[in-house]
């Protein structure tokens, strides 16, 4: 199985802020590398596809970069609303994995 | 728009069969190219990845829990389910249903679940 590995594992970050999540793979994924938002009882949301492409309907203030083994989440001017967990997921190989979560509070 | 919702018993006996099923609304099960996954989130931890289905009937399996999951596909119900065998307290967590999509790029397919339900949360105990 394709370890991930993200960092840190919570954050505190404030309104109108800036946060990066970092998600490393234990070897390339090329750019098959997805982030979720999760908050408990909603159903999860994914926000970025392949690694750099946003998902419809998803706000231009979430970003995604990296290729090979090295991934970035970004929230620009972040939002209440963007408190919440993250969590980054390769597509390479199945068993898809998924990192440990990033707590934003 | 599509949904996904999860329902099944949320109180299983340890070495008993836990089944799930979720119910597809607002599209067909059969239409697109689509896989129908199921993931589940320990208490306190994350992500891990079942295993999917097509509408077809192929699978394929996380090897972790392959000896005791079985998916199905119903499309004349638009439902697919998950059953896992043999379970312990360790099997406690949130049980998410998601469609996986993919994306075509030239050479490449990409997957991703863009659509889940809400969760069910199920604890093993007697």
């Known amino acids: 199985d394709i370890q991930m590995t993200q960092s840190p594992s919570s954050l505190s970050a404030s309104v109108g802020g800036r946060v990066t999540i970092t998600c490393r793979a234990g070897e390339t994924i090329r750019s098959y590398l997805n982030w979720y938002q999760l908050k408990p009882g909603k159903a999860p949301k994914l926000l970025i596809y392949a690694a750099s492409s946003l998902k419809s309907g998803v706000p231009s203030r979430f970003s995604g970069s990296g290729s090979g083994t090295d991934f970035t989440l970004t929230i620009s001017n972040l939002q209440p609303e963007d408190f919440a967990t993250y969590y980054c997921q390769q597509s390479y190989n199945t068993p898809w994995t998924f990192g440990q979560g990033t707590k934003v509070e | 728009q599509v949904q996904l919702q999860e329902s099944g018993p949320g109180l299983v006996t340890p070495s008993q069969t836990l089944s799930l099923t979720c119910t597809v609304s607002?599209?067909?099960?059969?239409?697109?190219?689509?896989?129908w996954s199921w993931i589940r989130q320990p208490a306190g931890k994350g992500l891990e990845w079942i295993g999917r289905?097509?509408?077809?009937?192929?699978?394929s399996y996380n090897p972790s829990l392959k000896s005791r999951v079985t998916m199905s596909v119903d499309t004349s119900k638009n439902q697919f389910s998950l059953n896992l065998g043999s379970v312990t307290a360790a099997d406690t967590a949130i049980y998410y249903c998601?469609?996986?999509?993919?994306?075509?790029?030239?050479?490449?397919?990409?997957?991703?679940?863009?659509?889940w339900g809400k969760g069910t949360t199920v604890t093993v105990s007697s």
């Open positions: 289905i097509y509408s077809s009937g192929s699978t």
């Open positions: 998601a469609r996986e999509n993919n994306w075509n790029y030239p050479g490449s397919y990409y997957y991703f679940m863009d659509v």
């Open positions: 607002g599209g067909s099960i059969s239409r697109g190219t689509y896989y």
